[in-house]
Nanobody, 127 residues
């Protein structure tokens, strides 16, 4: 079993920045990749970014809509993944979720390839 807890959401003006954290726990967490997704009211949950977890594999993945503005990183010692969000826009307003992906899954961007989810943290960007 893997547990995930997000933090760091809040209200920010357009052009501002926030850093989200995803703290993971559980015996097998160190073998999982971690992704961030978001869901705005009335919309489907969408992929934002992901990072492979293995020490020998530092690959990262981003949705086109956040490339160049968001950065995902990990701190293996703290079992924590971060999402640094810069140049935030009102369209970034959503509940942000982190999720854990077991090794060997086919996709990094599909929700179905992630087995464990956090409770979500609200990000609101005002214009």
């Amino acid at each position: 079993q893997v547990q995930l807890v997000e933090s760091g959401g809040g209200l920010v003006q357009a052009g501002g920045s926030l850093r989200l954290s995803c703290a993971g726990s559980g015996r097998t967490f160190s073998t999982y990749g971690v992704g961030w997704f978001r869901q705005a009211p009335g919309k489907e949950r969408e992929f934002v970014a992901a990072v492979a977890w293995n020490l020998s594999d530092a690959r990262t993945y981003y949705a086109d809509s956040v490339k160049g503005r968001f950065a995902i990183s990990r701190d293996n010692a703290k079992n924590t993944v971060y999402l640094q969000m810069n140049s935030l826009q009102p369209d970034d307003t959503a509940v942000y979720y982190c999720a854990a992906r077991p090794p060997g899954r086919w996709s990094w961007t599909r929700t179905n390839d992630y087995d464990y989810w956090g409770q979500g943290t609200q990000v609101t960007v005002s214009s």
